[in-house]
């Protein structure tokens, strides 16, 4: 007689089941400052640089923390720097999906959202549009 349940089956071929175990967050065992637990990260996919043709690095999200109200900006005296006492600022993490993202953020135990990724806009470029003739707009062509 076959074994009718999952478990059963299982337990013929001796397959020991995967023990339940209670996910304890990140933020407990991590050793963080209580400061740094409170702080709200945001998660969105950068968007192209403009001075770039490419599009290298745009498929990643990217993780990093708003900035502190109050965090003590101040402009260094002698090389006119920009200073701040949030030592969270210059801080990025980049991950593969937006998905691995928001699982590393609820991990950590940290507030979060999720801005959209920006709409990719590529105008139609066409070389012989300079030459076109349009009657409501001057414009001058120099060839030297």
Known sequence: ???TTQTEQDKSKGIAPIPTKEVVSADIVSGAPEQLRHRVVRIFQPARSTTQSGSAKTNR???DWDILPGGGRWENPLMGWGSSADYMQGTRMSFRSKE???HFAEKQGWDYY???PPVKKIPPKNYA???VYKPSKLRIARTK
């Open 1 to 3: 007689m076959a074994p």
């Open 61 to 63: 999200w990217r993780l």
């Open 100 to 102: 691995d993202a928001i």
């Open 114 to 116: 999720v801005q959209p």
């Open 129 to 131: 549009e300079n030459y």
